[in-house]
């Protein structure tokens, strides 16, 4: 390894600190050259998933790391050399968080001796190098030997050459190496103006009020490595030390072997074994007049399917926590991909019988993709905390937490912060926010800045929509998941660190969703819903005035009553079709049977409203437009929504058979439509899918056409298994007010608020 490393780097999950996202620091270090690449954020691991993806990507060493914010010395850079250093590093940033409030992390000089075997550490000195900061230098050296190096950076502040002089002759005196950082805020120097908007944010000030607490220049962003050794020419020794620990520092997160806990069986018996015997007793009981051949080979491929990718052990403990619930009387309902699920039907995990409605089992669990499953189960909102604890009481706060989600800025809060930091007014930053609602960022121009009542050729007007622009996107905290769940069969805080959360006794991971996708972790989602506390109140009235005893799956199915009263838009009190929207829906799709609730929860959407959905299927389904399918494929795809895409998995299945896309890459258009509102990357397809298309025959009008349904999705499109789900859920409080008016009345008036 020859050149240069860059050890000192501050992403934006520094969160208000770094001016660049990871992967952007990843992949400029990538194109200068540089030999590998620190990321050191600020008491976190948060953003480090993202790096390693993109070092991946362009091909450059990350070395992970993070920086220790001390309480009683000055910090410290730690990079683990191994696997067991890294889940050193873990734990220690766990015990800073557990022992603080959410978001913050408390340590001392004497946690990080504790937990440095195998580190690499860096001490970042003090603006003012001093006598005390030379006795701690000498203390630290005893406890880690070679391991220990100082941190010295050019960093035009106008005493360099003293500062410099200072740390070498402490370096020496101490025996402590010098290595050569520049303590990276941004990826390139252009970010500097955004890296004072942020410093504003996190000081809660105006840029004319900043002062010093900005950076004297805008000189901390990545450099090339020729440029490194010419500002360090007098000492090249402290350019070889960052190569040296770049060679010591070996650990990769590829090394993350996540394994999942495995819960007891019988003796004798797999844990495959187990969910075979579970899922067929299951079905009996589902289907106590004998199981439907249809079924049956569903339950049989499924199994199969399980079997190879060995996930037995996930189902198994989803039975396990929905057992639970069951037992203490908590209604709950798999939804999401669960749906498509015969073997999650007949575990108990979902009341949507799959002899109603067909759907691929590939959309959940994909042995091409290789994917882990991903199970929602939706519980009865007032009484889902006991399933969490009950998690947490099985697997130990040691192997359970909550999965952390990212949240970002977006239009309206970039817009509102850095208008803050430039002093506009409160009025003028509503009509800022105004003119770019729900609105393409390039879209905004000056016309709807001229409607807005603002002027478009103010030149601070246009520095704050330039900077709001970069900002978008950018993490503002972590906060926790609403209902993601991790549990791991070693120690979740050796995987990743643990801190609190703001509701007492729960614990969050610092990883979201995609990271753990990243890293093949799985996670269980355990959700609330509102409607099945009114469900689970609503059928206990009825068993108690009525005696009849009746469960999600045993609501007589298919009444013609329940049709004729949603047909009539009576729908106020049933869950999903109670708005305005749906209530006008109603009476034009004429629902007549199960899979028409589907469409009808989905229909009523953003995304099909803007993709141009409704009125094509609407007249369709009327006779008004004839029905008609360019290809015998896409008729295959959309023979059941009458030609027009209105699922999710339908734009994938059109991704791969009208476009060519492999299952993967139809993947990839699924993930950017489902992150659409945070990242907006679903536009990075359109030439690939289009191209695709045409060079198979299709007309390119009808190509983009496709193209523009499918971005109509990345703006809330449902998948299929999600709206047959929330469907099940519909009909069933429906036929509650059909038939039970009074018990459905009295629960829903005695369920606390909805929500999470």
Known sequence: MTGYAELQVTTNFSFLRGASHPEEMVAAAAGLGTAAIGIADRNTLAGIVRAHTAAKASGIRLIVGARLDLDDAPSLLCFPTDRAAYGRLCRLLSVGRRRAPKAECRLSLADVIAFSEGQMLVAVPPDKPDQAFALLLGRVKQDLGDRLSLAVAKLYQ??????????VALGSACGVPLVATNDVHAHDGSRRPLQDVLTCIREHCTLREAGYRLFANGERHLKPPA???RLFRSFPNALVRTL???GRCTF????LKYEYPIDPVPQGRTPQDELARLSWLGADERYPEGVPAKVKAQIAHELDLIATLKFAPYFLTVHDIVR?????????QGRGSAANSAVCFCLGITAVDPARIEVLFERFISAERNEPPDIDVDFEHERREEVIQYVYQKYGRERAGMTATVISYRTKSALREV???FGLSDDAITALQRAFWRRPWAEVGADELRAAGLNPCDHLLQRVIALAEELKGFPRHLSQHTGGMVITRSPLNEVVPIGNAAMAERTVIEWDKNDLDALGILKIDILGLGMLSCVRKALALIAHHHGRRLTL?????EDPAVYAMLCRADSVGVFQVESRAQMGMLPRLKPKEFYDLVIEVAIVRPGPIQGDMVHP???RREGLEEVAFPSAELEAVLGKTLGVPLFQEQAMRIAIVAAGFSPSAADGLRRAMATFRNHGTIHHFRDRFIAGMTGRGYEADFALRCFRQIEGFADYGFPESHAASFALIVYVSAWLKCHYPAAFACALLNSQPMGF
Not at 252 to 255: A, C, F, H, I, K
Not at 324 to 332: P, Q, S, T, V
Not at 553 to 557: C, D, F, I, Q
């Open 252 to 255: 990769s997160l590829d090394e």
């Open 617 to 619: 299927y609407l007249r």
């Open 419 to 421: 208008g803050k930091v």
């Open 227 to 229: 440029e490194m050794a």
């Open 553 to 557: 799956a045993t609501v007589p199915a």
């Open 324 to 332: 639970f619930a069951r037992e203490r009387g908590i209604l709950c």
């Open 158 to 167: 106008g005493d360099d050459d003293v500062r410099l002089a200072t740390l």
């Open 244 to 246: 040296e620990i770049a």
